[in-house]
Nanobody
Framework: VQLQASGGGLVQAGGSLRLSCAAS????????MGWFRQAPGKEREFVAA????????NYADSVKGRFTISRDNAKNMVYLQMNSLRPEDTAVYHC??????????????????WGQGTQVTVSS
C-alpha cells in the first residue's frame, strides 16, 4: 500500500488542523492505520491509531481529548483532526499502515508502510 499525507501548515496555538492520508489499493479495510510525528532531534512518536473496520482507536496520552483519528474505507482515507494545538505539537506528521492483527500498536517498527510526512508548525 502507498500512502500520501497532506494538510499540514502553520497555525497559531489553540488553532486546528486536519491532516489527511490517501492510501492506494483495494483492501484498505485490511489495514490498521496510524499517525506518528517526529520533531527535530527527537525520535518518532506515536500519535494515534485506528483499526481497519471496527473503528477502535488508540491515542497517545499527550493528544487525548484534542486529536481525533478517523477513516473512510470507501475513499481509502484516514484523517487526523487536531484541535487546541500547542507549540509542542510541532513536528512532521506521518501516516503509517500495517495489516490488521487486532492490536492497535504504538510502536513505529510494527508498521510496514509509511507516507512521506507533512509539516505541522504551531506558533506561540
Amino acid at each position: 500500500v502507498q500512502l500520501q499525507a497532506s494538510g499540514g501548515g502553520l497555525v497559531q496555538a489553540g488553532g486546528s488542523l486536519r491532516l489527511s492520508c490517501a492510501a492506494s489499493g483495494r483492501t484498505f479495510s485490511s489495514y490498521t492505520m496510524g499517525w506518528f510525528r517526529q520533531a527535530p532531534g527527537k525520535e518518532r512518536e506515536f500519535v494515534a491509531a485506528i483499526s481497519g473496520s471496527s473503528g477502535r482507536t488508540n491515542y497517545a496520552d499527550s493528544v487525548k481529548g484534542r486529536f481525533t483519528i478517523s477513516r473512510d474505507n470507501a475513499k481509502n482515507m484516514v484523517y487526523l483532526q487536531m484541535n487546541s494545538l500547542r507549540p509542542e505539537d510541532t513536528a512532521v506528521y506521518h501516516c503509517a499502515a500495517r495489516l490488521n492483527t487486532g492490536w492497535l500498536t504504538n510502536r513505529p517498527n510494527d508498521y510496514a508502510y509509511w507516507g512521506q510526512g507533512t509539516q505541522v508548525t504551531v506558533s506561540s
